[in-house]
């Protein structure tokens, strides 16, 4: 996947261009994706079918906002993208239902695929859920482009959780523009326990408060 893909305008045919050689049984994905613009209440079906017939390794040549994705993550995204595409339906409710009773790789299938469904501000609470949990895989996903709907308040939470389970700040969209002086206030105070405790914060977030605090010579 090349990550040229953005949010604004992307369609079915474009992630279908961009997964041409990436799955082990293209077959079943041609029909899957058939059968999605078809009959988009299929979806439920579809949507576990994906790992076993897709796989779940890295996704190839991805980088960008995709370097952390997985070859099911994008075969979802997909076949979301396509049921947007060819339904009526109500898409807020058909996304929830598939993240309630989806396991973490489906679950985190949906979050990657909101930014590209058009449903506004409609899925925030899976993002609040995501956000709850203890899988780092899934924390991270909330935290993707989609994120931009959360308040100011939950969006700093769920940057201290990556913080607090070590992902990668990277996975955080927007984090240049959106960290304030609140988030740099609640960094400092986990950093001041984390050194009382002898132990620090991850270097990116070292750096982040750094920047935030004008201290950035000294961190570095």
């Known amino acids: 996947m090349t990550g040229h893909l953005t949010a604004e305008d992307p369609t079915a045919e474009d992630f279908a261009a961009e997964l041409r050689g990436a799955v082990p049984d293209p077959d079943w994905l041609a029909d899957a994706l058939a059968t999605a613009a078809a009959t988009p209440g299929s979806i439920g079906v579809l949507f576990p079918a994906v790992g ?13 906002e995709f370097r952390d994705w ?22 807020p409710q058909e996304i929830t239902a598939l993240y309630r009773y989806g396991d973490a790789a489906e679950k985190r299938g949906v979050l990657r695929a909101l930014p590209w469904l058009g449903i506004g501000d409609a899925a925030v609470g899976l993002l609040h859920d995501a956000i709850r949990t203890n899988d780092p895989r899934l924390v991270a996903a909330a935290l993707g482009p989609y994120a931009g709907h959360l308040d100011d308040a939950m969006w700093r939470q769920g940057v201290l959780k990556c913080v607090f389970m070590e992902i990668p700040l990277t996975a955080v969209a927007g984090l240049g523009e959106r960290a304030d002086g609140e988030l740099a206030r609640m960094l400092g105070g986990l950093a001041e326990e984390r050194q009382a405790a002898g132990r620090i914060i991850p ?13 950035e010579r000294e961190a570095g």
């Open 70 to 91: 997985t070859v099911d993550d994008a075969v979802r995204v997909l076949l979301l993208v396509t049921v947007k595409e060819k339904s009526q339906r109500d898409l």
């Open 52 to 64: 076993r017939h897709c796989g779940r390794g890295a996704l190839p040549g991805a980088r960008g």
């Open 203 to 215: 270097a990116d977030a070292t750096a982040l408060l750094a920047r935030l605090t004008g201290n």
